[in-house]
């Protein structure tokens, strides 16, 4: 273990130092670390993550704008966008806990999405044409959220299927644990809150151990995101 490269995030509400001592030296507590292409934070929130992500996303669309406005198929530069550019924007997407916020941050993707669908249509602000006129171009519908939703459910899904660690980390029954009492202000949101909204946990469960039954519901569930725009 290299000393000098590892780091300490303690996650938590208390935000006192942990102690770690290795060869006689202590490890260095961080309040952000980057491991496996992911931010964690000692808040345990995804805000930052999701802000760098979109920001990746957009430098890496920035970098290979000539070929996706180029005179390729469209079919083959949407392709490409959706494995160059959403790969890049949701990679660990899964295990996000989206507030609203986040959604917010999500929803100006979105318009990022529609900046690059009307650049590889040569399409500018000033022609005067709908989002939705663009989307019937490109045939696609706004669907970041819809898809970060899917690939959720997908994952969770085969979480509760198995009896694992990560399935009693997800469910908060980590044995030992101090309860908080007394807390002020509105409960955070948790992982499963986005697929919990429709039905209860003990329900969710149980449709996991059905893979046909978890698959057909949420396909039908999390439909692409359909909004009324106004010209722009």
């Not at 030296?25 to 931010?39: A, P, T, W």
């Not at 669908?117 to 970041?144: A, F, G, P």
Request: net charge positive.
């Amino acid at each position: 273990m290299n000393v000098e490269k590892t780091k300490v995030v303690r996650i938590s509400r208390q935000p006192f130092p942990v102690k770690i001592m290795i060869d006689k030296k202590q490890l260095d507590n961080v309040e952000s670390f980057k491991y496996l292409g992911g931010i964690l934070t000692n808040d345990g929130i995804c805000t930052c993550e999701i802000k760098c992500r979109i920001a990746m996303a957009k430098a890496a669309f920035n970098k290979k704008r000539t070929l996706f406005t180029s005179t390729l198929d469209l079919e083959l530069r949407k392709k490409l966008v959706k494995c160059y550019i959403w790969s890049i924007a949701l990679y660990g997407a899964e295990t996000w806990t989206l507030r609203t916020v986040d959604q917010k941050h999500l929803e100006s993707f979105e318009i990022f999405e529609m900046w690059y669908w009307r650049r590889m249509e040569k399409v500018s602000w000033t022609d005067h044409v709908r989002n939705e006129e663009v989307l019937l171009r490109v045939k696609e519908q706004r669907n970041i959220l819809h898809e970060i939703r899917k690939r959720k459910a997908n994952w969770i899904g085969y979480i509760l299927r198995r009896n694992c660690l990560l399935q009693r980390v997800i469910e908060g029954k980590i044995l030992g644990g101090t309860e908080v009492t007394g807390r002020q202000g509105k409960r955070r949101r948790k992982l499963l809150d986005d697929l919990k909204e429709r039905r209860g946990y003990s329900h969710l469960k149980e449709e996991a151990l059905d893979r046909t039954m978890w698959r057909a519901r949420f396909g039908r569930g999390f439909g692409p995101v359909v909004r009324q725009t106004t010209n722009e």
